[in-house]
């Protein structure tokens, strides 16, 4: 099974070099990048990125929604971030942290990536237990300018 799986992912890729089109590396980058980030971290890396990864290789179809509803803690979560800078992810437009517990440190370097990320438009950050420290890390970043991100929907409820 693991060699279909491989073979339909090349394919699309093919695909797409022979319309002329550069072939977009960024999902795969991102994937090696976030191992070795949890490695770095000493996290674990997330079952539900894992899940998007391997659905990107059936289906070829990049992840544009990071929606993650497991308890990560700050390395986790700055372990994504950073891997999002690093390869300079293009694809994601929402990113929601559902009881991730990333607290300030990773509401830190969100800011970091949203000051660089022009595609995300929702940004939830429910029960992650984000102080006034956090708070105010989002405020200077969003705060309305030419370099604002483009944050359509903002939820840090229950925090």
């Known amino acids: 099974m693991g060699g279909k799986k491989k073979a339909g992912g090349d394919k699309k890729k093919a695909a797409k070099k022979k319309e002329g089109d550069e072939e977009d590396l960024s999902v795969d980058n991102f994937w090696k990048t976030y191992k070795k980030k ?21 289906e070829g179809e990049e992840p544009k929604k990071f929606h993650i509803w497991e308890e990560l803690g700050w390395p ?12 300079s992810y293009p694809h994601c437009s929402s990113l929601r942290l559902w009881k991730t517990y990333c607290e300030d440190e990773g509401v830190r370097s969100i800011c970091s990536f949203l000051e660089r990320c022009s595609s995300i438009l929702c940004l939830e950050l429910l029960d992650n237990k984000v102080t006034y420290l956090g708070c105010e890390f989002l405020g200077k970043t969003l705060t309305p300018g030419p370099h604002c991100p483009p944050i359509m929907n903002l939820k840090l409820d229950h925090n």
Not at 78 to 87: G, L, N, R, Y
Request: glycine residues 10%; hydrophobic residues 35%.
């Open 76 to 87: 986790g979560v700055k372990a994504i971030i950073e891997s999002f800078k690093t390869v």
């Open 38 to 58: 949890c490695n770095e971290y000493g996290c674990d890396v997330s079952k539900i990125i894992k899940g998007y990864y391997e659905k990107f290789v059936d």
